[in-house]
């Protein structure tokens, strides 16, 4: 099983791409920020608990997220690989991640980062936020989304390059050039 993290800060392209590389190779794609929007937008309890957290740009409990993501792998036993976007995003949660697969005798394959300079971050986002008018996409909110990613997710790059498995590919371009890029790294 091929268990890939698609990493970087907010805006720099993960839900595109894991969309399309999941596509590619047969892969289930997970995004953990799809999941919880989709718990609010029902009103469902975890919905409710999570909503302000997400609204004000800030990271929801490692908790919660590591309760998802077991539901995910309980429910997805038969799949040959996953596309994580947007998890693990705390040092806890890779961790425990990394508890998680080895439960099944399964370890994380690679970690592909996607580079994408701060102010490119930023105009990406308010675009988005015209485009979607996604309740997090504000200029105040993604100033904290982004002091999130440097403060608690950051870290992580460090965590996966002491186990080799961090690889990165520049997130400026063309959608079909950064994917072909991608997929270069993965079947290398
Ligand atoms: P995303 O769509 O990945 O940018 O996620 C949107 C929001 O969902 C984030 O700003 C967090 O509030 C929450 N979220 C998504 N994934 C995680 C995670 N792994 N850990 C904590 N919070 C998360």
């Given at each position: 099983m091929f268990n890939l993290i698609l990493f970087g800060?907010?805006?720099?392209?993960k839900g595109t791409q894991a969309i399309k590389i999941a596509e590619k190779f047969g892969w289930k794609h997970v995004s953990t920020g799809d999941i919880l929007r989709a718990e609010v937008s029902q009103g469902t309890p975890l919905g409710l608990k999570v909503k302000a957290v997400m609204e004000a740009g800030h990271l929801v409990s490692d908790e919660l997220l590591i309760e998802i993501m077991e539901s995910v792998f309980v429910n997805n036993?038969?799949?040959?690989g996953f596309v994580l976007?947007?998890?693990?995003?705390?040092l806890k949660q890779a961790q425990e991640l990394d508890e998680m697969l080895a439960q099944h005798d399964?370890?994380?394959s690679m970690v592909l980062a996607l580079e994408v300079n701060e102010d490119e971050l930023v105009t990406r986002l308010l675009k988005r936020a015209l485009e979607?008018?996604?309740?997090?996409?504000t200029e105040e909110v993604i100033k904290n989304r982004l002091v999130q990613y440097h403060h608690h997710t950051a870290p992580l790059v460090e965590y996966y390059r002491a186990k080799n498995l961090y690889k990165e590919v520049?997130?400026?371009?063309s959608i079909d050039d950064i994917f072909a890029q991608l997929c270069s790294v993965i079947n290398a």
């Open positions: 800060p907010p805006g720099a392209g036993t038969t799949v040959s976007d947007g998890f693990p995003r705390t399964e370890s994380v979607q008018g996604r309740k997090d996409d520049h997130g400026v371009g």
